[in-house]
């Protein structure tokens, strides 16, 4: 199946749930593309820093996608998140606003899953 032209309907976004969970590639697609816009402009908000935001977003998708197996549905992928990246940025606020952290480089991002495969990846960072 084109996950590209794939519309997100009642019965369809059951099956793309278990998909995710079962780690297939294109339903982890699937969902970045559906969530990340929205999860961007509620990060932006938080930290104001577009590469910091990029960053908090993806540490979250690749954190969600390890974590999927717990993830029975829509919206608790979703909630997941939001959490997620609502927690990444309150992390990066605190590292920003710790004196002991001044001059030192910030934490190294997560790494993209090692199931990904890396033209997944590739379009994810583009």
Known sequence: ?????????EEEEDISVVWFQQGVPEAFKLFFFQYYPELFRFARVLVQDRLTT?????DAFF?????????SSDEKIKSFLYLAVRNNCLDHIRW????ANEGKPQPDPVPPPTVLPRNIVRDLFE
Do not use: T
């Open 1 to 9: 199946m084109d996950m590209d032209s794939f519309e997100i309907g």
């Open 54 to 58: 990029q960053r908090v977003c993806m």
């Open 63 to 71: 954190l969600c996608f390890d974590r999927r197996a717990d993830l």
């Open 96 to 99: 920003l606003n710790n004196p």
